[in-house]
């Protein structure tokens, strides 16, 4: 189907303004150890005028370990979700699903035990949140790397149910804290007018 | 009160076949940054390195394609002699309490798709952005762009 960008004009047509369509809308640099991340009454403040959202994070926790990973849920909700991840660690490919967990599998970041100043990286893709007929579903790509042990992985998500979604929650699947210095922002994408 | 993020910070087409290129002088004015490169280099297969603030080493990284995984000492971009791009995510750049990590994709659709993840291991903000493989050019037409990201 094509879509006219307005160069041929005709009768009742009206031409498209260019209109932003990538906003940064919340941030949270965490200033202390926090055991969850939260952005809460996304309808009402952004239902109006996004179709998409984007969350681009660099995150460490205090967990015991090298490694942990971040947990991603859609208004508080601990259950009803499912994954899937493809993912490079060092000389080794491998894929993994779940069909029903207590939280989407985000990324890989690093723990209290990995080098210092290293954070996991990751950008989420929130795909249609606030429709309500359809499931959520989200894509992320992310990267670890800690003295011999290195990812990079792809992880798609579905949120089980067409519940719009008002609040982003963010925890460690370990049941760490997240130390001061992660952050964690969030983006708005419009569609197509 | 929302922000307009992705500013658009530099762009160059290439005229003219180069080894390097250079985005120097990045404000700190932003979180991370985004680069985007799209085009063919004279080599196919060939790895563009990208480097921050000069620095050849103190990198690691991760890739993955459709047949293998690997670490590398080196956070590089492939190119393609066909048509090839790729976005390269460089979070939190401006920061001074944070190594920057660095995500990829990477695709030459008529070869490879790739993904990739690399860590400088400086805390110091990123002030340029060097992509460059000595003795091999990307090719006249190449387009690389930059952008910043608020957050």
Known sequence: MALSMGLLGGAGFVAPVAVPAFDLLETQVLTGNQSSVNFTGLIAKYASEYQHLQLRSAVRSNRGSTVDSVGLRFNGASSGYAFHVLRGLNTTRTSYNSLSESSLQDNTICGNNGAANNFGAAVTDILDPFSSDKMTTTRCLDGWMDPGENIIAFHSGVYLTTTPVDSINLVSRAGASFVAGSRFSIYGVRGGA | ?151
């Open chain 2, 1 to 151: 009160m929302v922000t307009q993020t992705h500013i658009s910070l530099a762009t160059v087409t290439l005229t003219s076949a180069d080894s390097e290129i250079v985005f120097s002088s990045i404000p700190a004015t932003y979180r991370d940054l985004i680069l985007v490169v799209a085009g063919t280099s004279n080599s196919a297969g060939r790895a563009f390195f990208v480097e921050l603030n000069g620095d050849t080493g103190n990198q690691v990284a991760q890739y993955i394609n459709q047949s293998s995984a690997y670490s590398d000492t080196d956070f590089y971009i492939i190119s393609n002699t066909t048509e090839f791009n790729a976005i390269v995510q460089i979070m939190d750049y401006s920061a001074t309490n944070k190594h920057k990590v660095m995500l990829l994709r990477n695709s030459s659709a008529d070869t490879d798709s790739w993904a990739g993840a690399g860590r400088w291991t400086s805390t110091a903000a990123v002030n340029s952005v060097r992509i460059t493989r000595a003795g091999y050019n990307l090719q006249t037409g190449t387009r690389l762009s930059l952008y910043g990201v608020h957050a």
